[in-house]
C-alpha cells in the first residue's frame, strides 16, 4: 500500500471519528423527585459570643435604617440572645431561594424605632441580617 492512501485513510478515520464526537446524541432525562429536606429549628447557644460588638449592633442598626428610611441613631438595641441558625438564611429564606442547609451562628435581636419594634436575625459577624418581622 501506497504511502498516500496510508495518509489518505488515517485521515478518513480522524474525520469519521470528529464527525461521531461531534454529532448530537439524544439523552433521556429522568425527573428525580426531590427528596425531603430535614428543617433544623433555631436554638440558642453558648458557642457565640453572649453580647453582640459594638461593630455588630451599629451594622445592625445602619441595615434596618436603610430598610426603614430613618436614621440609625433612631434604632436602639432592647434585647439579644445568642443563636445557631440551621441554614445559611438564619431562618427566615425569602420566596424560591435555596438555603445551605448549615449551622450558622449568630444573634436574634429586638430593635426599638420610632415605627415599632422589630426582630432580625444575623450571622455572627453582622454581615448577614435578615429582618424578621415587627415585633409585636
Known amino acids: 500500500m501506497s504511502t498516500v492512501k496510508v495518509l489518505k485513510l488515517g485521515c478518513l478515520v480522524v474525520v469519521l ?7 448530537p446524541s439524544t439523552v433521556s432525562i429522568t425527573p428525580v423527585s426531590p427528596s425531603p429536606t430535614t ?3 433555631p436554638s440558642t447557644t453558648g458557642s457565640a459570643s453572649s453580647e ?17 428610611g430613618l436614621s440609625p441613631d433612631q434604632i436602639q438595641l432592647q434585647t439579644s440572645t445568642p443563636m445557631e441558625w440551621g441554614d445559611a438564611c438564619l431562618g427566615l429564606p425569602r420566596p424560591d431561594e435555596v438555603c445551605a442547609q448549615v449551622i450558622t451562628p449568630g ?21 448577614s441580617i435578615r429582618i424578621a418581622e415587627p415585633a409585636s
Open 17 to 23: 471519528m470528529l464527525a461521531i464526537a461531534c454529532s
Open 107 to 127: 444573634y436574634q435581636a429586638t430593635f426599638s424605632t420610632p415605627q415599632g419594634n422589630y426582630v432580625i436575625h444575623s450571622d455572627r459577624t453582622g454581615r
Open 39 to 41: 428543617v433544623m429549628s
Open 52 to 68: 453582640p460588638s459594638a461593630t455588630w449592633i451599629q451594622q445592625a442598626q445602619t441595615t434596618l435604617a436603610e430598610q426603614l
